[in-house]
């Protein structure tokens, strides 16, 4: 059969499997099992929206060596029969009695030898998607092989972006770019934030992406106290700060930057830490160089903001980006990855607005960006250095 993937030519696929490989053989392992959509697809190139149903279990073997092999339920094998696979086995699922246990352990079996170190993703930011009671059954029909952690081996590969993968975040990132820019039409005083929320998400798509995963925002007097609430229908008032946050997808890749904009004219303390949000991203920019460690990205924000007169947010202040909304690491003090070559990364400081009445308010500046070997190159539209104003 013609190789048919449905994202990128199969090489982009093999090398991958490669790279897994190198990676499960510096650590010791036979295979890799992979459950999650992400894996799933970075290995195989499978794209469907159909991961929302939770009734059906998807399965991926990668061995130390050869091709990996597709466990799925029948109801993929069209889809499935279009990537770059040729070893793929079906069930009917779902099946109450035995959704893909027994078929799993023998394809375990046939593959991997009885003293098989299965490396499965057990650590941060992994999930295991199938019940936990058919796993145990699977780890006794398979005995004496043996599930081991084997987080590292697929997160220290897919944290390093290809060319063809930084292409495509580019891509997204342009899509909600020209969102962005069509806010004004339908964000103003007066308009209800749920509305305004609908009407970006509709702005997304129709700029092309493929679909809208994630969208945040807040608004309110002179900033916002909270970035992940749903939208309600207060409307815009002036005096607000609006944020809009974004995570489209394009082709199962993420971008996920945010704007401010400000409702009439903006006070002179949002002005003050809007401009310092600025120019601490573009200070990162110019610092930041792989073989430096996630916490370091974060001191430097930090630093940089309280060297403007203006204290630093809560949380992380930025992530990893790619085939999920949000990727290893984070930027925070305890957070000692070491930021290499190809990983695409999100900037994102957040700053307290000090005003004379209330409580202090939050603002977020948020920018995608890849690390190459001279710095970062910047992926996501850069923000204004001036707010601007929705009148």
């Not at 098989?116 to 930011?125: C, D, K, N, Q, S």
């Not at 695409?344 to 977020?364: D, F, I, S």
């Amino acid at each position: 059969m013609a190789e048919r993937s449905l994202i990128f030519p199969a090489e982009e696929f093999r090398t991958r499997v490669s790279r897994l490989q190198a990676e499960m053989s510096a650590q010791g392992l036979d295979a890799l099992f992979l459950t999650s959509a992400a894996d799933i697809f970075y290995v195989t190139g499978f794209l469907t929206r159909f991961w929302e149903s939770p009734a059906r279990p998807w399965f991926v073997i990668v061995p130390a060596s050869g091709a990996p092999v597709a466990v799925i339920p029948s109801i993929g094998a069209e889809l499935m029969g279009r990537t770059w696979m040729t070893q793929v086995r079906t069930w009917d699922a779902p099946d109450p009695t035995d959704d893909g246990v027994s078929l799993l352990a023998e394809t375990l079996c046939d593959l991997l030898p009885e003293s098989a170190r299965i490396g499965v993703p057990m650590g941060l930011e992994t999930q295991l998607r199938m019940p936990l009671a058919d796993y145990a059954r699977l780890g006794e029909r398979i005995a004496p092989r043996r599930f081991i952690d084997g987080t590292a081996a697929i997160q220290r590969v897919r944290e390093i972006k290809s060319e063809a993968e930084i292409e495509k975040i580019r891509r997204a990132c342009a899509i909600a770019g020209r969102a962005f820019a069509r806010v004004p039409e339908f964000a103003g005083p007066g308009r209800p934030l749920d509305g305004i929320f609908r009407a970006f998400q509709s702005a997304l798509l129709e700029e092309g992406a493929d679909w809208v995963s994630y969208v945040a925002g807040a608004a309110g007097p002179s900033g916002y106290d909270d970035v992940i609430s749903p939208a309600g229908p207060e409307p815009l008032q002036t005096g607000d700060v609006l944020m809009l946050d974004t995570g489209a997808v394009r082709d199962g890749y993420f971008c996920d930057f945010d704007r401010n904009f400000s409702v009439g004219p903006a006070s002179e303390p949002v002005r003050r830490t809007h401009a310092a949000l600025w120019e601490v991203t573009e200070a990162v920019m110019a610092q930041l160089r792989p073989g430096m460690r996630a916490h370091d990205a974060h001191r430097l924000m930090v630093e940089g903001l309280a060297a403007r007169g203006v204290a630093a947010g809560d949380g992380r202040l930025g992530h990893g980006l790619g085939i999920t909304l949000t990727e290893w690491p984070s930027f925070t003090p305890r957070d000692d990855t070491e930021l290499r070559e190809g990983m695409v990364l999100t900037l994102e400081p957040g700053a307290w607005v000090e005003t004379a009445q209330g409580p202090r308010r939050l603002l977020v500046h948020e920018e995608n960006i890849v690390l190459r070997a001279t710095g970062a190159e910047l992926l996501s539209p850069r923000a204004p250095e001036t707010l601007p104003e929705l009148s």
